[in-house]
């Protein structure tokens, strides 16, 4: 088994200052006239009022204080170095329960519910609803090691069923995930169904075979194409020429900040809310930072790329998930729900929740929204 070893989040004083000096020294571009929104990317009003946060009010050291608030670990799985946040709760060992984050993302997306998932009673909750909870870093994200090249989110299933099965000792688990989180969560369900009892996606990834039947599912498509059309072109890049956006981004974490920013802004719901009041500059801050200070903008851009080189990108015939799936559905979700049919045709679907509100970041958007339907998911499984 592999050597599990204490991890804490140690940024270099040095190296931080110079990056705040780059932030100061930024040469900002020309901007359209008169636009004064997202139109055309990332707001310049938000970003220049983002970055003067960042150099003048935001405290790294408090956010490496608050990132080292949970246990966390390294274990060499394969070929990586895997980062890890380990909570023991309540649940003392027989309820374990791995959440997987997405791009541009990070395991820090999960803070806001980790304790009150591990210590429900701490909330005047029931203590039966308690987890262990596992918390990786994507391969290539964070703290977790960089792989060579690109590498797929079946193969980062495999990695993390190993991590919660022979590293961690867990016998059977519960798995959860959105954006690439639910890609890995998907595959999780599909190839390691002995080990993982169930799962639960706040993002459907998995397309059946045959595409898309019937009306309802037709306009659905069409919907996406033209949302893909109007928001996608990141992906597009990132999935055929990722290295050309690495390039453009090394060394500018105000560059960084602003690809970033500008999906956060995009995905979330802001429909009753401002994007401060959804996305706190401190709390999005430190998710950039585990960008910025680990050198992963690059890597994570890569793992797109990766769906890509795995070749997967719909279901055989007569092949779907037979683990049992939740699917918890916020309105405000980038890639909206397809029709349940054609979720059950790639899903052996055993729950779904209609939200009345959030976003693509559930977790964070609306933590106790989500609390409440992985609690209810789990007592069902």
Not at 25 to 43: A, K, N, Q, R, V
Not at 77 to 102: M, N, S, Y
Not at 344 to 371: C, K
Request: aromatic share 12%; net charge negative; with cysteine.
């Amino acid at each position: 088994m592999s050597e599990i070893k204490p991890f804490a989040v140690d940024w270099d004083a040095g190296e931080v200052e110079a990056m705040l000096r780059r932030i100061g020294d930024y040469p900002w571009p020309i901007e359209p006239e008169g636009t004064g929104d997202w139109t055309y990317g990332c707001d310049g009003t938000y970003l220049r009022d983002l970055c003067a946060h960042w150099t003048d009010r935001y405290d790294w050291r408090a956010a490496v204080a608050e990132l080292n608030r949970f246990p966390q670990f390294t274990a060499r799985v394969e070929d990586f170095d895997l980062h890890f946040v380990h909570v023991v709760g309540e649940a003392g060992g027989k309820r374990p329960l791995i959440l997987t984050h997405g791009w541009p993302g990070s395991h820090y997306e999960f803070w806001g519910v980790i304790e009150k998932l591990a210590f429900p009673s701490r909330f005047g909750g029931d203590p039966a609803d308690a987890f262990d909870l596992v918390v990786p870093s994507l391969p290539g994200y964070g703290f977790s090691s960089k792989p060579a090249r690109p590498i797929g989110q079946r193969a980062t299933a495999r990695l993390f069923d190993t991590l919660m099965t022979e590293v961690l000792g867990y016998p059977s688990y519960l798995a959860q995930g959105g954006d690439w989180g639910a890609y890995v969560t998907s595959w999780i369900g599909h190839d390691h169904g002995a080990h993982a009892r169930a799962i639960h996606l706040n993002m459907l990834a998995f397309r059946p075979h045959g595409g898309v039947q019937g009306e309802d599912e037709k306009a659905w498509a069409a919907k996406g194409a033209v949302a893909q059309n109007a928001k996608g072109a990141y992906a597009n890049l990132q999935m055929t020429k990722p290295q050309s956006l690495a390039w453009l981004g090394a060394g500018n974490p105000v560059g960084q900040a602003a690809w970033i920013a500008e999906r956060f802004h995009d995905w979330s719901d802001l429909g009753v809310k401002s994007m401060d009041e959804v996305h706190p500059k401190d709390a999005l801050l430190t998710n950039i930072m585990l960008y910025v200070m680990t050198g992963s903008f690059t890597t994570a851009a890569w793992y797109y790329r990766g769906l890509v080189d795995e070749g997967v990108r719909a279901l055989g015939e007569g092949e779907r998930c037979e683990t049992p799936t939740a699917f918890a559905n916020f309105p405000a979700e980038f890639i909206s729900a397809p029709p349940r049919t054609l979720a059950e045709r790639a899903y052996n679907v055993s729950r779904w929740t209609d939200m009345p509100r959030g976003g693509h970041f559930a977790a964070m958007e609306e933590p106790d929204l989500f609390i409440d339907d992985v609690r209810a998911w789990a007592r069902e499984t």
